[in-house]
């Protein structure tokens, strides 16, 4: 029997929604307003679950996982 991994959201409300113009699932307030004051780091996590997060936000990616496919230190990342 295979078991599934339940995934719960956080935050309902916060669901994410297709931006009425353009095509990107990445905001572009992102980088005007929330990119200038992010670590190197911080920026490489956001696209990382930009890219691997379901229609709702989610990853099945775990901390050891993303630090190794990011190169970065598991602390990094928790």
Not at 4 to 31: A, M
Not at 53 to 69: E, F, H, K, P, W
């Amino acid at each position: 029997m295979t078991s599934r991994v339940q995934k719960k959201l956080l935050l309902p409300n916060r669901v994410r929604r297709p931006p009425e113009d353009g095509f990107s699932w990445i905001d572009r307030r992102f980088l005007q307003d929330y990119s200038p004051r992010l670590s190197r780091d911080a920026i490489l996590l956001y696209f990382f679950f930009t890219t691997v997060s379901d229609q709702l936000g989610l990853s099945y990616y775990g901390d050891a996982t993303i630090a190794v496919r990011l190169r970065l230190p598991e602390q990094a990342v928790a």
